[in-house]
């Protein structure tokens, strides 16, 4: 943000740097040109509603302890950092404004410990709520910044920070562990924003969750960028690139026994082949696809012989519920000519236990029928949910140990990416 003329960053752009420097790039520019943003997707808004109950039940509970001063969140920025500093000998703060230099932060919370420093005898270390189940780098770099900015505040860096986790529990993270690396990470965005380095978008895991998103998106259809080709990498595509092949096009005509350094010659044909059915699909808008070279045990060969008890399988589950909650479990069979479909749905666990019992009844009762049968699924997700599932309730261990070891789930996706190469994307 830009405060009378100064950039002032958060450790959110520290973060997002990490990410993604062409992100910080982009952010930099809108402060002095807005550029259009990508708007939230109902995904990521629940996320920030769940975050939000989150953090106000965790609140609820200090405020029940008492002892609690809350910086009020429509002041100004001085006004929160003046409040902060005057709330210091509280046992916990909320929403602390804290600021160093061209860096400022507002954490969750400051909890009092025991310990020297220029407010006397004892000092402040940072907790924040996160609705995630297990800690993330991202969290720790956060945590590094709001502690070096307490530091900054109170004399002394806190000896330890803290995470509450969006299943209840509380962990802590020694200071000292991280800080070294935080400082490096510090000085590495401070140099990108003063010197301006030229960046280009490449995907990364951070896109999903960016407000540029749409405009790295519309840059690579335009430059026909290599990151489109499907089942590429980012090293590949580097390399591609230090070898003149800059374009999903320019990789589909590249020329029989062309060389391309630390690339070995059939994973530069393969590539190829996928970009060229990509840009022919592109070009007529007709989609296509070749069947690969048949091995044993590879591809159409793991499919068994057809059953007329066979199943097809998908689960659906809630990532934000905690523990998760696998919410709908689907299946379509032949009843004789017809085609039906049966679901078992679950909105708490009650129900989602009920649901894995009556999906594992139906199973049984099919396989009473069609001894041959078997479970088609598309990834991994079914077989890893229905373990965790048997786990979670201790239950029909025996029946499941019984499907898996008889081989009777079927990855399809695993299939086609054996048996198949075609003109998407994605798989």
């Given at each position: ?84 500093r005057e709330a ?144 590429i990498r980012r ?17 589909g005509v590249v ?173």
């Open positions: 943000m830009l405060q009378n003329g100064a950039l002032l960053a958060s450790a959110s752009d520290i973060v997002n740097y990490l990410g993604c420097a062409h992100r910080t790039t982009l952010d930099l520019v809108h402060l002095e040109t807005p550029l259009e943003k990508a708007p939230d997707d109902e995904e990521m808004q629940l996320v920030q509603e769940k975050g939000r109950v989150h953090e106000a039940g965790f609140l609820k509970g200090l405020r029940a302890a008492g002892g609690m001063v809350e910086i009020a969140q429509d002041a100004s920025l001085e006004e929160k950092l003046e409040r902060t210091m000998g509280a046992g916990v703060i909320y929403q602390a404004a804290l600021r160093e230099g061209p860096f400022i932060g507002h954490a969750d919370f400051l909890r009092r410990v025991e310990g020297k420093s220029a407010l006397g005898g004892w000092r402040y270390e940072v907790l924040d709520t996160k609705l995630a189940l297990k800690t993330k780098a991202k969290f720790l770099i956060q945590l590094a910044c709001y502690s070096d900015l307490v530091a900054a505040a109170q004399g002394a860096l806190p000896e330890r920070a803290h995470l509450a986790l969006g299943d209840g529990r509380e962990v802590h993270f020694r200071v000292q562990d991280y800080a070294h690396y935080y400082r490096n990470v510090r000085h590495r965005f401070l140099k990108h924003v003063a010197e301006r380095p030229k960046t280009q978008p490449e995907p990364v895991e951070a896109c999903e969750l960016c407000h540029w998103r749409l405009r790295c998106a519309a840059q690579w259809e335009t430059e026909d960028h290599l990151s489109r080709v499907a089942g090293q590949q595509v580097r390399r591609l690139e230090a070898a003149g092949i800059r374009t999903m096009a320019a990789l020329p029989e026994g062309t060389r391309v350094a630390r690339m070995a010659p059939e994973t530069l044909a393969k590539l190829a082949a996928q970009a060229r059915l990509q840009a022919e699909a592109q070009r007529t808008g007709a989609r296509g696809h070749e069947l690969l070279e048949a091995a044993p045990y590879r591809g159409f060969a793991r499919l068994p012989a057809p059953s007329k008890g066979d199943l097809y399988f998908d689960m659906e589950g809630d990532p934000f519920e905690k523990d998760g909650l696998e919410y709908l479990l689907g299946v379509a069979y032949r009843d004789g000519e017809e085609w039906r479909y049966r679901r078992w749905w679950a909105h708490d666990r009650r129900e989602e236990r009920a649901a894995f019992d009556g999906f594992m009844d139906f199973v049984a009762e099919r396989l009473a029928r069609f001894p041959d049968l078997h479970i088609y699924h598309y990834a991994h997700y079914e077989p890893t949910a229905l373990k965790s599932l048997m786990s979670k309730h201790g239950v029909r261990e025996v029946e499941l140990d019984d499907l898996l070891r008889a081989e009777r789930f079927v990855d399809l996706y695993r299939v086609v990416r054996e048996a198949l190469r075609i003109s998407e994307p994605g798989y």
